[in-house]
C-alpha cells in the first residue's frame, strides 16, 4: 500500500512540476500555452453568446495534408454545448461536430489547398469564450518530431505520471486485498488456539 501511494504522490509530483505556476490559482489550462509550438495558428478569444454563432476562418498552405483542428471552452461549465460546422469557401461540408466538453480535437483529411470557414454556435444557455487551434500537417509537424520541442517536453512527463497514477492504484488496491488476506489468515489462527 505505501508503494501504490508514493507512486500516486510521484505522480502528482510530476505534473505539478510542469503545469504553470498560475494554473491553480485561475483554475483553468490554456491549451494554446500549455502546448506552445503545437499549433501553427490560434485565434483570439472569441466570446458567443447564446444561440449565436461565431465565424472563423483558416488558409491551408498545402495539398493532400491533415489539418489538426481543437475548440477549447476557456470558461467552461456542465451544460456548455457547442456545434462546430466546417465547410470551404465553395460550400462543400466537411461535418458538424458537437462539443460538450471543455476541449474538442479533430482531424481533417484536405486534398487540395482550401479556405476553410467554422461556424461556432452556442447551444447551451450561457455565454462562452473559445479559442480555435490548428496545426497543419501534424505529423511532419517540428513539435511532434523533435523531442527538444516544448510540446514534447511537456507530452513525455504527462504520460511518465498518468503510467505512475495508474501502477499506484493498481499497487495500492493489492496492497489492501493482500492486507485483508493477511488479518483473515491472523483471525483463523487465533481461532485454531
Given amino acids: 500500500m505505501i508503494i501504490g501511494l ?14 504553470p505556476p498560475n494554473t491553480a490559482q485561475n483554475e483553468e489550462l490554456y491549451i494554446p500555452t500549455l502546448f506552445k509550438g503545437m499549433f501553427s495558428q490560434t485565434s483570439n478569444d472569441i466570446q458567443i453568446l447564446p444561440g449565436t454563432s461565431e465565424y472563423y476562418s483558416y488558409n491551408t498552405k498545402s495539398s493532400n495534408v491533415s489539418i489538426l483542428w481543437g475548440v477549447q471552452i476557456i470558461d467552461y461549465q456542465d451544460g456548455d454545448n457547442l456545434s462546430v460546422t466546417i465547410s470551404n469557401i465553395f460550400g462543400d461540408e466537411y461535418g458538424t461536430f458537437t462539443q460538450i466538453t471543455p476541449i474538442i480535437f479533430e482531424t481533417l483529411e484536405i486534398s487540395k489547398s482550401d479556405t476553410l470557414n467554422f461556424e461556432i454556435q452556442n447551444r447551451g444557455s450561457r455565454t462562452v469564450n473559445a479559442v480555435v487551434m490548428f ?10 518530431s523533435n523531442p527538444n520541442s516544448p510540446m514534447m517536453t511537456m507530452i513525455l512527463p504527462m504520460v511518465i505520471s498518468g503510467i505512475f497514477f495508474i501502477l499506484g492504484i493498481l499497487v495500492f488496491l493489492a496492497g489492501i486485498i493482500l492486507s485483508l488476506v493477511d488479518w483473515k489468515k491472523v483471525q483463523n489462527n487465533k481461532r485454531n488456539y
Avoid: H
Fill in 135 to 144: 496545426s497543419e500537417d501534424p505529423k511532419n509537424s517540428d513539435a511532434f
Fill in 6 to 19: 508514493v507512486l500516486v504522490i510521484s505522480s502528482l509530483v510530476i505534473i505539478s512540476s510542469i503545469l
